[in-house]
């Protein structure tokens, strides 16, 4: 399974970003998707969620009314629509795949709920 992040960059404060996370060699079309990041001397934060089996989404509270995750489940690729952001938003964003139906109900997110990880795209916000 690999997963591949694209639409990282540099933007203003108040700008906007989409994050994609292509998803390959998984064919099986229950799994739950999920964003974390991880700011320079900080631990990895799971910021949203979403599976296949309920279609709901999940995020943490800094996050809420500003991101949105979404799920493209013919090519089986996420997305992460950030919107407003913060100078508090800069980290690397990871996205992960969990090998279920569902995703886990127990917050905040954890990594070790997921099997498969992209490599991570920046963002940095100024």
């Known amino acids: 399974v690999q997963l591949v992040e694209s639409g990282g960059g540099s933007v203003q404060v108040g700008g906007s970003l989409r994050l994609s996370c292509e998803v390959s060699?998984?064919?099986?079309?229950?799994?739950?998707m999920g964003w974390f990041r991880q700011a320079s001397g900080k631990e990895r934060e799971g910021v949203a969620s979403i599976d296949t089996g309920t279609g709901s989404a999940y995020y943490v509270d800094s996050v809420k009314g500003r991101f949105t995750i979404s799920l493209d489940n013919a090519k089986i690729t996420v997305y992460l629509q950030l919107n407003s952001l913060k100078p508090e938003d800069t980290a690397m964003y990871y996205c992960a795949l969990r090998q279920s139906l569902y995703c886990a109900k127990r917050r905040p997110m954890r990594a070790a709920d997921f099997d498969d990880w992209g490599q991570g795209t920046q963002v940095t916000v100024s």
């Open positions: 060699g998984y064919s099986d079309r229950g799994y739950c």
